[in-house]
């Protein structure tokens, strides 16, 4: 992965873990709840993030949700605005974003399903068990 300068605040409350670990492909990982007191942050960290991702042109980034118990429908929308943000992109900038989620979670499954049909060419959905 290449180095980069822009930085990804993590997030660390009593509700929401949110991290960037120095992991090969660029990942972002969260646990928790996410609700409406977490939206601002989450939006913070998805545009670092999707700046990170661009100045280390990467071609696909990872984000866990195995952790994540729970998240409204307005913190979820930030999501869908960070793939629109990409879908706008030239192609050649473009990058896949692979989500994890727990098979033990159906809502994961339904929310992310969802989420896959507005960027079918980008989004790419890997289940498993909770790490």
């Known amino acids: 992965m290449n180095e980069s300068s822009t930085s990804v605040q993590s997030i660390d409350t009593e509700e929401l873990r949110v991290d960037v670990p120095e992991v090969s492909p660029l990942t972002i990982r969260f646990a928790g709840s996410a609700d409406t007191r977490s939206l601002g942050a989450i939006e913070n960290v998805l545009a670092r993030f999707h700046e990170r991702a661009l100045e280390a042109a990467v071609t696909e980034v990872v984000v866990d949700f195995r952790g994540l118990f729970f998240i409204n429908s307005s913190c979820f929308k930030a999501f869908v ?11 050649s900038k473009q990058y896949r974003i692979r989500f994890l989620q727990d098979d033990d979670k159906p809502w994961q499954k339904r929310s992310l399903g969802a989420l896959s049909c507005f960027a079918v060419d980008l989004v790419l959905i890997e289940s498993s068990s909770a790490a």
């Open 81 to 91: 605005v960070w793939l629109g943000h990409v879908q706008d992109l030239e192609q």
